[in-house]
């Protein structure tokens, strides 16, 4: 039996709708910066020796997860781009099977002319065969003898990259603090709940890289020591709060 929706208030409606443009907005934007992500070859830049380890490293177990149809189109615009299988797999979370039945499904990828740029960097003709076929195909590609590789980009010096990265968080994060200050802000709070679980996986990012560290063996004054413990007390304790106030309204 079908559930009993009440109908929604103008006020519901139009969050609702909010949410729905915001979500859009943002798989779109994903999109386009993983295709870039990998035409650009970031992980080079930020010191990861291949895709996989990027992707392993800066997201973890927050990689999107996609509806099958969704998945679909967004393997289609991928492959258009020129990503290769294993590439787009280990970006979307399915294996390599996976993404050449998902490619073999859709009409948007067009075999005449094209090509995928594989994970060694080289061009690869692609193939609109049949999912079988091209799994054939796929694996034989993986398995040929390894050509001589280029010799490897050299990777900038950690520190620098370190303090660029830092300072890039440092940004975005008062960028989203200066936004609660807006008012327009109160009116708008539940339309930025979606953006919770990005949140949350940037907080434990930056625990992890607050804990490799190792700042108890810093060497530091003992001042600079002081005020290092008394921001991340204070920091703990918001969150705590926050914690504590989520679970009495269940």
Do not use: C
Request: glycine share 4%; aromatic share 4%.
């Amino acid at each position: 039996m079908n559930e009993i929706v009440q109908a929604s208030t103008a006020e519901e409606a139009r969050s609702r709708a909010d949410r729905i443009r915001t979500g859009m907005r943002v798989l779109a934007e994903w999109q386009t910066d993983v295709i870039t992500a990998y035409a650009a070859q970031d992980w080079l830049a930020l010191g990861y020796d291949t895709w996989d380890a990027y992707l392993d490293g800066e997201f973890g177990e927050h990689r999107v997860k996609l509806p099958r149809d969704q998945r679909r189109e967004i393997v289609a615009s991928m492959s258009a781009a020129g990503m290769s299988s294993r590439a787009i797999g280990a970006a979307v979370g399915v294996d390599q099977k996976t993404v050449v039945t998902d490619r073999a499904a859709t009409e948007e990828f067009s075999s005449v002319g094209s090509t995928v740029l594989s994970l060694d960097g080289r061009e690869r003709p692609a193939s609109r065969s049949t999912p079988l076929e091209q799994e054939v195909v796929e694996a034989e590609l993986v398995d040929e003898p390894a050509r001589p590789e280029p010799p490897k980009q050299k990777r900038r010096p950690l520190p620098e990259a370190f303090t660029d990265a830092g300072r890039d968080l440092t940004r975005a994060a008062e960028r989203l603090a200066r936004l609660t200050e807006d008012d327009r802000f109160a009116k708008n709070r539940e339309t930025t709940h979606h953006q919770v679980p990005e949140l949350l996986g940037a907080l434990e990012h930056t625990t992890r890289l607050v804990t490799a560290m190792n700042l108890p063996a810093a060497e530091a004054s003992e001042e600079a020591r002081r005020w290092w413990a008394t921001s991340l007390h204070k920091i703990s304790d918001a969150l705590t709060d926050v914690a504590n106030s989520i679970e009495k309204e269940q």
